[in-house]
């Protein structure tokens, strides 16, 4: 709990209730504490002040009019007297209320209000009961008296006096009783203790109420501090989560998402009011080259210092960055005039290049680090989606580095405008699975030896909704670019493993892997556990790697390799010869089959074609790779092949992709 039960001297005192559970032992000065205390009670005072206030002001009318309508029982019990008791209410009455009214008018402090309604009760009883002793009748006086404990127990029903005030208040009511008792009103021993008692234990009770309700009072007080204390945590905890939702990890400025956010809000802005903005896109030129030459730790480094700089560059304007890829940022201006936005990327580019951030691996002349700038403008033609305006900056973006790099590109309206069926896919890409809108169809890989089928190569295909089939040379790539292509990966793998090896239809299931894949953190874990589930044995597997420009030799894609080899999985080279590393690739890994591309067996039709192919054939055969030659169409190529002693093939003419279900009636 946040407090203690609070005893009266700390009522009493001032103290509050927190400071009962201060160890004496505690490393915090007694000085602080005490402050601290005061501070506390302080901060009680203030914030119940105007309520007291109010409730002082309701009970003292009440305690009036209560002390008013007592005259009647003077007029019954004690008639002799009863004018003056009478008048004498009225006056001590009138009195408390013009006194009470003033103080309240000029604003008097709580406390002395506190004391006027303290004063006023004391008076009352002291003003009645003068006057109410004298009566000639003894014996109903005797009787009357005892509602004179009703002037303790006011402190308590009409007030919110504070312990101490309520203790004076009651303890003078109680000595005018005693003294009127003894002094001025004859009465015998047994009545003097049985009504002493009974004003002494209304003392008492009066008292302890008293000093209860003041407990209460402020244990409510402490337990609405703590929970508003809880609330402005729970609040500021809530504003910290969104800022770090919407903050970069690495750089600190703003993420995609909340850019995204502030896209729909500037075009809601456009489209209701006309307010104009750009999109500059930027984009760290071979970024990936300075992350391979100097490490991701220089890498992260590089980005924010790029980050930091440019979020004051740009903030002084009016703008707003955000971080929209791995080395890509994304600029939104208000859009005064074109020439702004233009110099605003200018400005961008010389302001990172004015860094002179050290890039020794530049395929250029260049040796520091540079960006590649994009700039698209609002205008009707952007169409009917923010989307569409980023576009333009992607393309003018693309178009910068087409040029050299290092230089900026506003959008032209003459560049290939972005693919509307391209940017369907990218949803439909990311509930393929769970729509079912994705399948695996298996092609035959034979053995030339012997004629017989080895292998299957299983292919992925993309339906849209109403049916119609999407290239994989379409989807393929897109997949690749919005990351799909990892879940999508580890599908075709499981599902082949359960489609084709573990109902033993084949041999061996060989799976196409993107390089995505291969450098995403924990591939090799995940093919594990596919093969655990399946209970598959790794050996029965092949992933298929294509050669190109987006393998180049990184070290997580050689450890994600050697990961996998370490599993059983075999690992085939695909298309050899159509990229141009494929040498390097030789000499880095331990392929089991190198698949030669197609082009190479199409073009033997001349003696220049065959020859290419005979040193091709040579060339991987001396490195002890199993040679697979893709493409075989025709007769006649299957007899080049024959004569070229190739170890597996594969083609429309052997085989054309089939499902799981029809793969037996080629086998």
Known sequence: MFYEQVSSEQIASGVPANAALLDVDSAVPTKELHNSALEMRAAYAAENDAARREWTHKGLWMAVAVYLA???????????????????????????LVAFEILRWAKAKTVWLDCTCALALISGYVGWLCPAIATKYAMSMSYYMIFGAIFMMGANLFFSFSFRLSVVTSGTVLMVFFVALYASFPSTPAYQLAFGLFYVSCFIFTSFVN???NVERYNVFLNA????????????????LLRLSHTDYLTGIENRRAIDRRLNECWSAWKDEGREFSVILIDVDFFKRFNDRYGHQEGDRCLTIIATTLQKLV???????????????????????????????????????????RHEERPDDTQFVTVSVGVAFISERSGAKVEWLVREADLALYSAKASGRNCVRIFDPTLRRPNEDAGKLVPLLAAAIERRL?????????????????????????????????????????????????????????????DILASDR??????????????????????????????????????????????EMQPEVLQCVADLQALGVEIWLD??????????????????????DRTFLHDC???????????????????????????????????????????????????????????KAHA
């Open 211 to 213: 000093w209860r309700l």
């Open 315 to 357: 903030e002084r304007r009016g703008g707003i960055i955000g971080r929209y890829g791995g080395e890509e940022f994304i600029v939104v201006m208000p859009l005064r005039a074109q020439d702004d936005a233009t110099y605003m990327a200018g400005k961008i580019r010389h302001q990172v290049e004015a860094l002179a951030i």
């Open 575 to 596: 298309d050899f010869g159509s990229g141009y590393a494929g040498l390097s690739w030789l000499r880095a890994i331990e392929f089991n089959t190198v698949k030669v």
């Open 438 to 498: 994705v399948s695996l169809v298996y092609q035959p890989i034979f053995d030339l030896r012997d004629g017989q089928m080895k292998a299957v190569e299983a292919l992925m295909r993309l339906r849209m909704p109403d049916g119609t089939s999407v290239p994989p040379g379409v989807f393929i790539p897109i997949a690749e670019r919005t990351g799909s292509i990892i879940e999508l990966g580890r599908w075709a793998i499981k599902t082949a493993c359960q």
């Open 70 to 96: 007592f005259a009647a029982p003077d007029t019954w019990l004690i008639p002799d007297v009863a004018p003056l008791t009478i008048v004498m209410r009225f006056a001590v009455a009138a009195t408390v």
């Open 605 to 663: 039709s001349d003696q220049r074609g065959l020859t290419m192919l005979q040193d091709m054939v040579a060339l991987i055969r001396n490195r002890g790779n199993t040679i697979l030659v893709e493409g075989v169409e025709t007769e006649a190529q299957m007899s080049v092949l024959q004569n070229l002693s190739i170890d597996r093939v594969q083609g429309f003419h052997l085989g054309r992709p089939v499902t799981a279900d029809l793969l």
């Open 506 to 551: 084949m041999t061996t299931v060989s799976v196409n892997v993107s390089p995505v894949q291969l450098r995403s953190p924990g591939f090799a874990a995940s093919v594990a556990a596919i093969l655990q589930e399946t209970g598959v044995s790794g050996s029965r597997l092949a992933l298929e790697v294509t050669e190109g420009l987006d393998m």
């Open 225 to 240: 501090v703590e929970a508003r204390q809880q609330h402005c945590e729970a609040a500021e905890r809530g504003k910290a």
